[in-house]
């Protein structure tokens, strides 16, 4: 198992950045990384726990490299640890990655989505990011429990569910129509993994 150029590109601009993890308020003022170059040949996957139960996603960087740079960023940041799944729509998706936990929250950079016609919300298990229009994806996605094709050219996929279907079906029971929660729904920690 080999982390490849792109993990150590991004941890060394961590640790180029002096970014200060132990201040109130640190993850929403974050500097945007740069853009990683990805070996075509490693597999990368964000590994989710949750109080539900665990999720892994392969990321999809021949498709949204800068979405998979930023997730990969955050997650080595510790940013998405201790977040909640503050939005949950039954027969729809669940929606986390807000520092601020109620659906307005950031990192403190936004950037422009990343669309390649290969992929398309066509099924369940899609990671995909959350926005307000364009140019403004961040920290907050969500993952489709059905097909969204409504969603194609607005949101951008960088990742698919390979594992943890029963969790993705815990996140659906626990949401309702509204997106309120039955319960908190949390990531516990979310760390990266390749192959």
Known sequence: MSDGNALEAIDAYIADAGIDTSGK???????????????????????IETNVGDLRVKLLPEVAPMHVTSTIFLTRLGFY????????????MAQGGDPLGNGTGGPGYEYDGEFDGSVRHDKPGLLS????????DGSQFFL??????????KHTIFGEVVD???????????????GRTSEPLEIRTATITTE
Do not use: C
């Open 25 to 47: 308020g640190w993850k929403t003022r974050l500097d945007a990384p740069p853009k990683a170059s990805f070996d075509a040949g490693t597999s990368y996957y964000w590994n």
């Open 164 to 178: 943890g279907e029963s969790t993705l079906k815990a996140l659906e029971q626990r949401g309702s129509q509204s």
């Open 144 to 153: 489709t429990f059905v097909p969204t094709p409504w969603l194609d050219g």
């Open 81 to 92: 640890d201790g977040t909640a799944f503050h939005r949950v729509i039954s027969d729809f």
């Open 129 to 136: 990011m959350a926005n307000r229009g364009p140019g403004t």
